[in-house]
Nanobody
């Protein structure tokens, strides 16, 4: 069974920084995509940043380019989101999403798992 555990959310003033982390546990064979999404009440969930494969390819929403950085620790199956120069518009519940292959009962099965979500609030 694959589980994702997020940490790092909280309250920060405009211009401040936060670092989110999402650790994957379970019998992981490979990970091919890790991403961070965010959602506010009444809005659709949007992709904030994603990292593909071993980390050579990254993708960012236009609204966070130059301020947020996604990275991964392959040895620990963990993905991070460093958020700098935070703005009130960044306030949302942030969730990680990880897709890959897991070993289940001697076979390899694909998984597409979500973290529990962590609140990020940017306010003075």
């Amino acid at each position: 069974q694959v589980q994702l555990v997020e940490s790092g959310g909280g309250l920060v003033q405009p211009g401040g920084s936060l670092r989110l982390s999402c650790a994957v546990s379970g019998s992981i064979a490979s990970i091919y995509n890790m991403g961070w999404y965010r959602q506010t009440p009444g809005e659709q969930r949007e992709l904030v940043a994603s990292i593909i494969g071993s980390g050579d390819r990254t993708n960012y929403a236009d609204s966070v380019k130059g301020r947020f950085t996604i990275s991964r620790d392959n040895a620990k199956n963990t993905v991070f989101l460093q958020m700098n120069s935070l703005e009130p518009e960044d306030t949302a519940v942030y969730s990680c999403n990880i897709r890959g292959d897991a070993r289940v009962g001697g076979t390899i099965l694909q998984f597409n798992s979500w973290g529990q979500g962590t609140q990020v609030t940017v306010s003075s």
